[in-house]
């Protein structure tokens, strides 16, 4: 009986300890292909980011093409042309340089719809003295402007364009002037008074 009851026993042991052998060996192979997909999750991610920044941009290929362009056909810059007017509105100052061409428009070495954000009335302001004269395809534009803000920008801008449409024959003076493009308007923001809140507006009164 005491014999029977050990070798009972024995087979109980060896029983429960292939058991934990068996068990053993699949949580380890899980650990190792969670920790094989967590690295290599890690890996991938920095070489998406990395192939991403290494293609620039199309708003800087067109950027640099602009930029090009605009150095080889202003050889020595700006000042250096000869049909050139400054234009200014507000804050706002505007360079602009005329040449003959076919009636493109470049802005801070981008194009006029993209930099005024195709808002028509702003563009507007940059066409109407090449319009006013018939002139919308026969001069390129390029302009160098800074300071305010875009309104205040394609205001000075016109005014640029008008003064240098002067340089390439007085007779244009007549038909800008009768459309007021020649007039510089000298309207700025009122500086804020002292006890005011803006500069006419006064707090509230009260008697008591």
Do not use: C
Request: charged content about 20%; hydrophobic content about 40%.
């Amino acid at each position: 009986m005491a014999t029977s009851l050990s070798s009972l026993a024995s087979s109980l042991a060896s029983l429960s300890f292939s058991s934990q052998i068996s068990q053993k060996p699949h949580a380890s192979a899980l650990s190792f292909t969670s920790a094989k997909s967590l690295s290599l999750s890690k890996t991938s991610t920095p070489v998406i980011a990395a192939s991403a920044a290494a293609v620039p941009s199309l708003v800087d290929l067109e950027t640099a093409d602009l930029k090009q362009l605009v150095k080889s056909r202003l050889p020595g810059g700006f000042a250096a042309q000869t049909i050139i007017g400054t234009g200014r509105r507000k804050s706002a100052i505007a360079r602009v340089v005329l040449q003959e061409g076919s009636g493109k428009i470049i802005i801070n070495y981008r194009d006029a719809k993209e930099y005024l954000q195709g808002n028509p009335l702003w563009l507007q302001y940059v066409k109407t003295p090449l319009a006013t004269l018939g002139y919308e395809s026969s001069y390129d534009v390029f302009v160098k402007a800074q300071g305010g803000g875009l309104s205040g920008q394609a205001q000075a801008i016109s005014l640029g364009i008008a003064r240098a449409l002067l340089k390439v024959s007085e007779s244009h003076r007549t038909p800008l002037r009768q459309e007021g493009l020649l007039t510089r308007d000298a309207r700025v923001v009122e500086r804020k008074k002292v006890g005011l809140k803006k500069a006419r507006k006064a707090p509230q009164y009260s008697k008591r």
